[in-house]
């Protein structure tokens, strides 16, 4: 069973950066496309990004298109999101999650295995 860690949430100024890392144990995570989503209170989860297994196709939604930028380490069973020039309205909890399939996914029920997530404010 892969258990699934998120790290490096903070509160940051708007227009900081931070380095979200997710990693995986119980399992390898290299034949898996992972991807991250974000809970903002009171709302309903929503995608932020994803990657396939070689990490060599991303694609990410709109909103943070240009800011944030989603990396894994298979060597290290770790994915990343950089978010750079961050706004109020990015503030929410961060899940990571894992699909066992190769292939990407925007949508939530195709993933297998879920973090416990990570909160990132973004205030002044």
């Known amino acids: 069973q892969v258990q699934l860690v998120e790290s490096g949430g903070d509160l940051v100024p708007p227009g900081g950066s931070l380095r979200l890392s997710c990693v995986g144990s119980?399992?390898?995570?290299?034949?898996?496309?992972m991807g991250w989503f974000r809970q903002a209170a009171g709302k309903a989860r929503k995608f932020v990004a994803t990657i396939n297994w070689t990490g060599d196709w991303t694609h990410v939604e709109d909103d943070v298109k240009g800011r944030f930028t989603i990396s894994r380490d298979n060597d290290n069973n770790t994915l990343y999101l950089q978010m750079n020039s961050l706004k109020i309205e990015d503030t929410a909890v961060y899940y990571c999650a894992a699909r066992k399939s190769a292939i990407v996914s925007m949508w939530e029920n195709e993933y297998d295995f879920w973090g416990q997530g990570t909160r990132v404010t973004v205030s002044l």
């Open positions: 119980g399992g390898t995570l290299r034949n898996y496309a």
